[in-house]
């Protein structure tokens, strides 16, 4: 099932997409209860919001060897974890708008596959990990490279307002074990690899962060990004696809200073 969210004009409402048709849903799609009211819109209408409704944006470094190795950095024996704030989300269609040039010269894409959290999960097994999540979706977590590199801490490097692309929709019944992550820019395939390469593979991530915070429903979870992240200019047209799930569209601007 794909759990979509849409701009409704009297606010935001989800909905499942079926065959380019979004049947509309009364509730949250992490709450029991949910229903569906037969009003319909097609997909080609709609205007698309983040799925999602996190009360934090969680996210894991140094997952894929290949990035790993491309960022000099050292191996994580345990998943290394960070917060994106919620401010950071970014609707599907969206515009990334980069830092003053006074502040940040070199900000890349990371195409990542997403969790999308479906109850609340404190201190969870592997073994129990999946039935916490509702689905999967799409992101870009937009990285200010040299921030990342010269600040103390990578708050600001990954967290500027419009740094986390997601969407363009929950897909509930993903196949990890088939799934890989392609990041595009201008058409171009920069990153193409499958989730199977994760160093700690969902189940251990979701176990990992649920021994120090609580994950709740409509949190989501960044699960790192593979090799052949890269520069992004603006003007810059970036598409995160995730085979069996759907593309992630998003442009690039300048800040408007
Ligand atoms: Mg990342």
Known sequence: ??????QRAEGPAYGILEDDRIELISGLPWIEGWSRTGVAVDLADAVLLAPVAPAKIVAIGRNYAAHVAEMSFDPAAEPSVFLKPSSSLLDPDGTVVLPPLSMSDHVEHEAELVVVIGREARDISEEEALSYV?????????????????????????????????????????????????????????????????????????????RWTTLFPGDVVFTGSPGGSGRLEPGDQVEIEILGLGTLRHSVAAAQV
């Open 1 to 6: 099932m794909r759990f979509t969210k849409v």
């Open 134 to 210: 509702l689905g999967f979706t799409c992101g870009d977590d937009v990285s200010a490279r040299d921030l990342q590199r010269s600040d103390p801490h990578i708050t600001r490097a990954k967290g500027f307002d419009t740094f986390a692309p997601v969407g363009p929709w929950i897909e509930t019944e993903l196949d990890l074990a088939s799934a890989r992550v392609i990041g595009r820019v201008n058409g171009q395939v920069r990153q193409d690899q499958p989730v199977s390469d994760m160093l700690f593979d969902v189940p251990r991530i979701l176990a990992s962060v649920s």
